[in-house]
């Protein structure tokens, strides 16, 4: 079974900075190749949203949602299968519960559990 493990939320006020960090553990051949990892986040009563992540396809792209760039940078290590969203200058409107996401070489998807990320002075 693949999982992936999300740590780092928490409570912090505008202007603060949060480090995400999602492991992945399982069939190592999941990891191997993937077409995507990265992060999403939602808040209630939306659909989940793509912050941050890495495709692979076309010799690989990072991604950034508008509304964070300059502000959050996603950063990896294969060898871990891990990834990391270091969040800067939050500001209110990024409180969600942030996903870490997998599309594996197969096009199989997983998504860790959420850490809940909540920016309020």
């Known amino acids: 079974q693949v999982q992936l493990v999300e740590s780092g939320g928490g409570l912090t006020q505008p202007g603060g900075s949060l480090r995400l960090t999602c492991v992945g553990s399982?069939?190592?051949?999941?990891?191997?190749?993937?077409?995507?990892m990265g992060w999403y986040r939602q808040t209630p009563g939306n659909e989940r949203e793509l912050v941050a992540g890495f495709f692979t396809a076309n010799g690989g792209t990072t991604h950034y949602a508008d509304s964070i760039k300059g502000r959050f940078t996603v950063s990896r290590d294969g060898a871990r299968n891990t990834i990391w969203l270091q969040m800067d200058n939050l500001k209110s409107e990024d409180t969600a519960v942030y996903f870490c996401h997998l599309i594996s070489a197969n096009k199989r998807e997983f998504w860790g559990r959420g850490t809940q990320v909540t920016v309020s002075s």
């Open positions: 399982g069939n190592t051949f999941t990891f191997k190749g993937y077409n995507f």
